[in-house]
């Protein structure tokens, strides 16, 4: 499994963003995909995540309102849309896959591949 990130940049708070994460897998809908972020010095944490159907999502407290995550299992992508960005949202940020079979594990380990991560950062 092979993921690719891409979308990061510089935007000012209250601006939107989107990132997008291609997964070069045969049976793409078998994987639950999630976005998770890092700071220097920092543990890498949960942001939000889709399951395989696209059916349910999950997503952490600080992005509730203003993240949104979708996928195209036709496309093989996972796009999350930020908006009303804080200073506090910038971070690397990475998309990470897993065969999970229920719902969207939000811990690093359960996630066996991930891509290079982006860049994302927001001046106030």
């Known amino acids: 499994v092979q993921l690719q990130a891409s979308g990061g940049g510089l935007v000012q708070a209250g601006a939107s963003l989107g990132l997008s994460c291609t997964v070069s897998?045969?049976?793409?809908?078998?994987?639950?995909v999630a976005w998770f972020r890092q700071v220097p010095g920092k543990e890498r944490g949960f942001v939000m995540g889709i399951t395989g159907s696209g059916l349910s999502t999950r997503y952490a407290d600080s992005v509730k309102g203003r993240f949104t995550i979708s996928r195209d299992n036709n496309r093989n992508t996972v796009d999350l849309q930020m908006n009303s960005l804080k200073s506090d949202d910038t971070a690397v940020y990475y998309c990470?896959?897993?065969?999970?079979?229920?719902?969207?594990?939000?811990?690093?380990?359960?996630?066996?591949?991930w891509g290079q991560g982006t860049q994302v950062t927001v001046s106030s």
């Open positions: 990470a896959a897993t065969r999970a079979s229920l719902g969207v594990p939000i811990e690093v380990t359960y996630y066996p591949d």
């Open positions: 897998v045969r049976t793409f809908s078998n994987y639950a």
